[in-house]
């Protein structure tokens, strides 16, 4: 079936650990994008891609990297992570054109101890 | 600075209709989005407005008028599975992405 998938789907790590969140999409979409949801607040860019190779900060980027290095694949990374790295976080994607739809992954729950 | 508003839930019986509200302020307009989010799911895109006026699509409608920065979806006849968060999101001048944070609509039986 093709779309996007996440893993893990739920991870608990203590602080200061490093933790890589791992995205794959199978549409051959050019642009994809790492969001963090938290309750109360809208949905946060962290950091997107518009075409392998080249990757951009979102309005929270701070304590994440991400790669592209190829079409498919698009891991963020949380180098040393924080309590409030504590998210859910969705992996998109965009086939880009007039409409630009998302096409989101399952979502990964991460908690920060 | 950028902003979305929405109510943050809504309660609504079978085979009502309800109105969910969006108001933005944005750098620029580039359309106006609507996804479905059920709890603990991933978001899924509903409907897209970039001109002004009402798009149909089945139970769904979302009207848009950008003069007032306002936008909302309409759903008829619902039934329990339209229980879910209602996400309204704008495309700014840089095609970037602003998300309101969400209507939880509660249906009723």
């Known amino acids: 079936i093709a779309g996007i998938t996440q893993a893990p789907t739920s991870q608990i790590l203590a602080a200061g650990r490093r933790m890589t969140l791992r995205c794959t999409q199978d549409?051959?979409?050019?642009?994809m994008y790492w969001y963090r949801q938290d309750l109360g607040l809208g949905l946060r860019l962290i950091h997107y891609?518009?075409?392998?190779?080249?990757?951009g900060k979102g309005e929270v980027p701070d304590g994440y990297s991400v790669s592209r290095a190829n079409t498919d694949d698009f891991p963020l990374t949380l180098a040393s992570a924080v309590p409030s790295q504590t998210s859910v976080y969705f992996c998109?994607?965009?086939?880009?054109?007039?409409?630009?739809?998302?096409?989101f992954g399952e979502g990964s729950r991460l908690t920060v101890l | 600075g950028q902003n979305i508003d929405q109510p943050t839930e809504m309660t609504a019986t079978e085979g009502a209709i309800v109105q969910i509200n969006c108001t933005y302020q944005?750098?620029?307009?580039?359309?106006l989005f609507w996804y479905q989010q059920h709890a603990g799911e991933a978001p899924t895109f509903l409907s897209y407005?970039?001109l002004d006026g009402l798009e149909e699509k089945g139970r769904f409608s979302s009207f848009l008028s950008r003069s007032k920065g306002y936008s909302y979806l309409l759903l008829k006849e619902l039934q329990m599975k339209d229980s879910a968060s209602y996400l309204c999101a704008v495309r700014d001048s840089n095609y970037q992405l602003i998300w309101g944070a969400g209507t939880k609509l509660i249906i009723k039986p």
């Open positions: 549409m051959r979409h050019n642009a």
């Open positions: 891609s518009n075409t392998a190779g080249t990757t």
């Open positions: 944005t750098s620029g307009f580039n359309g």
């Open positions: 407005n970039v």
């Open positions: 998109a994607s965009s086939q880009g054109g007039a409409t630009g739809e998302l096409f």
